[in-house]
Structure formats: C-alpha cells, structure tokens
T-cell receptor, first 113, second 112 residues
C-alpha cells in the first residue's frame, strides 16, 4: 500500500511565524503536490514538484514556498503565517505524469492565531 | 488553465435511491477524469476514473460517463447506502500536465 504521511495532524501557530509542513511518501513517486482545502472551495493546488529540486507554482502560490531535497519528502513553507492561511493542507503523490492515481496524506489542519 | 465546475454542492437522497453528480471542464485537451471520495475526517481516495477514449465505466454500484463533445462527465451511484455519505470530488487532467484540477466538491448525504 502506498503511504503518504504528513508530519502533523493539527498545528496552531501565531501570526508572523515561519511554518513548515512536511510530507513523506514511501513509493518512490516522482510527483508530489500540496493542496489547500477550504469549505466550498474544494482542493486548490498550491505547488507541485515533478522531481527532486524541481518545483512549479500551482493556482494559489502566494505566501507559500516549497522544498524537495529528497525524492520522498516534500515540504510546504509558510514564510510568515497569516490568519487567512488557516486551512486544511493536503499532500499528495503520484507515480509520474501519466494518468494514474494520486494518493493523499491524512491532512494537516493549520490554525493561525 | 483548466477549470472544473461541479454540481450540485450538496445532495440528499433516500437510502436505495440513485445519486448523480455532474462536472464540466473547460480544456478540450483534458484526457483523464478521476473521482475521489472523502469521508468525514479522512483523506480523499480514488473511487473510479475514466480516460477520454472511453464513454462509460462501471464498478459495481458506481459508474462514470463522459461526453467529450459537451465536455462534461458524471458520477452515478445506484442503490445508495449510508456509507456512501461523503464529499465527492471530480477532477480533470490535460494531456502532458502533471496536476489534477478539482471541482469544488459535492456533499452527499444518504438518509436511512
């Protein structure tokens, strides 16, 4: 079974803090993604990575950055957390560019106070 | 970029009835259309997908249909059961891209 694991289930951070969300997959997938899930807005793509050290902006990259130093790990960074970044964050991975299943992590609910 | 519209946003059905969720996409180059189910507090999981060279696909009580000309695809659930209650997301991916574009989701409630 593919396993995508996010480091925290719940996080509470203060405005202005630098926040790291970590995601690890164990299936040697090339592609990894960070989505944000908000009620009524569905899943919106923040950033993705198609290979180690490679990254591409998604639909809502403002206020975020990412890092992929190793194939299995993809980090989402909030440089200076703001209250409007309070949300559920979902990591996903898939084998490659082909039309195959994306596997999701369990999500991190981030609250910025 | 791709845009995916999903309707309805909420749907309530009696147990045993059928449920239909519809999505439209904007990019005619899209060729892959998966559906994900997210139960309360859990991660989204793929339940069925369809590729653009196929018009319909079935898996037990669920089916997906695709109309490429009209650029829409639908999820059909027959004989609904309480465990079908969840949020369902449609998605589209255009040929050569890495990422999926998701609809906003449909909250399905099956009333016993």
């Amino acid at each position: 079974d593919v396993k995508v694991t996010q480091s925290s289930r719940y996080l509470v951070k203060r405005t202005g803090e630098k926040v790291f969300l970590e995601c690890v997959q164990d299936m040697d997938h090339e592609n990894m993604f960070w989505y944000r899930q908000d009620p009524g807005l569905g899943l919106r793509l923040i950033y993705f990575s198609y290979d180690v050290k490679m990254k591409e902006k998604g639909d809502i990259p403002e206020g975020y950055s990412v890092s992929r130093e190793k194939k299995e790990r993809f980090s989402l960074i909030l440089e200076s957390a703001s209250t409007n970044q309070t949300s559920m964050y979902l990591c996903a991975s898939k084998w490659d560019r082909a039309n195959t299943e994306a596997f999701f992590g369990q999500g991190t609910r981030l609250t910025v106070v | 970029g791709e845009n995916v519209e999903q309707h309805p946003s909420t749907l309530s059905v009696q147990e045993g009835d059928s449920a239909v969720i519809k999505c439209t996409y904007s990019d005619s180059a899209s060729n892959y259309f998966p559906w994900y189910k997210q139960e309360l507090g859990k991660r989204p999981q793929l339940i069925i997908d369809i590729r653009s060279n196929v018009g319909e696909k079935k898996d037990q009580r669920i089916a997906v249909t695709l109309n490429k000309t009209a650029k829409h695809f639908s999820l059909h659930i027959t004989e609904t059961q309480p465990e079908d209650s969840a949020v369902y997301f449609c998605a589209a991916k255009w040929a050569g891209s890495y990422q999926l574009t998701f609809g906003k989701g449909t909250k399905l409630s099956v009333i016993p």
